[in-house]
């Protein structure tokens, strides 16, 4: 089972609903949401998730989404 961890605070870039896109798609997907990762630098300026603590950046929510499906 995959673990996606994300930052609440990068919800402005469209990570909130790329989580609930793949929340409802797939099941054996855990979602940590946490108030802060400690990762600022990366997360003001796009879209970003840890994928079993894995990082993968995007320009878009759009890429993102795709980039996290490619590897679940």
Do not use: W
Not at 11 to 17: I, K, L
Not at 35 to 58: K, N, W
């Amino acid at each position: 089972m995959a673990t996606i961890k994300i930052c609440e605070n990068n919800f402005g870039y469209g990570t909130n609903d790329v989580v609930e896109r793949i929340h409802k798609e797939r099941a054996d997907v855990t979602v940590d949401v946490a108030s802060c990762q400690g990762y600022c630098d990366i997360c003001a300026v796009g879209p970003y998730a840890f994928v079993d603590d894995t990082l993968i950046e995007a320009e878009t929510a759009d890429e993102l989404y795709n980039k996290i499906i490619n590897i679940l």
